[in-house]
């Protein structure tokens, strides 16, 4: 069976430094994908960035970089120069690499930026 | 270009009651799906439609069900509703692809007293 591990539940980082959220994933399937999406306290998901099983380059999108390690199925987000906007919930999810394929999100990961 | 759409936001109901709620997919995409949202049971797949039929669907009882229209449009049912189904629904959409990227909505947060 599939499944999302994040193992921090919370963390803390200053104001303009770097930070990594680990999530390591489970699967025995060949083809999927890596989505880490931000959920503020307002609820809505936010879209962050998305690294297919296939993806030889790490996927970067502006200050959001997925460390993605195959061997060791683990996928960590990293976020150069925190903001204090960065302050949410962070999900790591997978999808199966199937139309229409479910996404299984881990239990997240509370980020706080401190000034 | 218009983000994935919920309406409504909020909604207060009671045990037995039923509720529909929907959601307006990104302009050109073609699949939607379903997920809710719990504190103690995290975010857990419902069921995704595409192209009007439905293509995958979660453990959920039969009193959750969906529906497309032809314009891409999604609405979500629930009918006799427990206290249980208090959570955050959230709805993704995506062209349908097996790599696609899924973005959502705002949500809609059912409270049922």
């Known amino acids: 069976a599939q499944k999302i591990t994040q193992t921090q539940p919370g963390m803390f980082v200053q104001e303009k430094e770097a930070v990594t959220l680990d999530c390591t994933y489970d699967?025995?399937?060949?083809?999927?994908?890596l989505f880490w999406y931000k959920q503020p306290s307002s609820g809505e998901m936010i879209f962050l960035i998305y690294?297919?099983?296939?993806?030889?380059q790490n996927a970067t999108e502006g200050r959001y970089s997925l460390n993605f390690q195959k061997a060791r199925k683990s996928a960590n987000l990293v976020i150069s120069a925190s903001q204090l906007g960065d302050s949410a919930m962070y999900f790591c999810?997978?999808?199966?690499?199937?139309?229409?394929?479910?996404?299984?999100f881990g239990q997240g990961t509370e980020l706080s930026v401190k000034p | 270009k218009a983000g994935v759409t919920q309406t409504p936001r909020y909604l207060i109901k009671t045990r037995g009651q039923q509720v529909t709620l929907s959601c307006s997919p990104i302009?050109?995409?073609?699949?939607v799906s379903w997920y809710q949202q719990t504190p103690g049971q995290g975010l857990q797949f419902l069921f995704e439609?595409?192209?009007?039929?439905?293509?995958n669907k979660g453990n959920f009882p039969g009193r959750f069900s969906g529906r497309q229209f032809s314009n891409s449009r999604s609405e979500m049912n629930v009918s006799t509703l427990e206290l249980g189904d208090s959570a955050l629904y959230l709805c993704?959409?995506?062209?349908?692809?097996?790599?696609?990227?899924?973005?959502f909505g705002s949500g809609t947060q059912l409270s049922v007293l």
């Open positions: 302009s050109g995409h073609r699949s």
């Open positions: 690294q297919g099983s296939y993806d030889e």
């Open positions: 439609y595409f192209s009007e039929t439905q293509r």
């Open positions: 699967t025995s399937d060949q083809s999927y994908g």
């Open positions: 993704a959409s995506s062209f349908g692809g097996a790599h696609e990227k899924l973005f």
């Open positions: 999810a997978m999808r199966e690499g199937v139309p229409g394929g479910k996404l299984i």
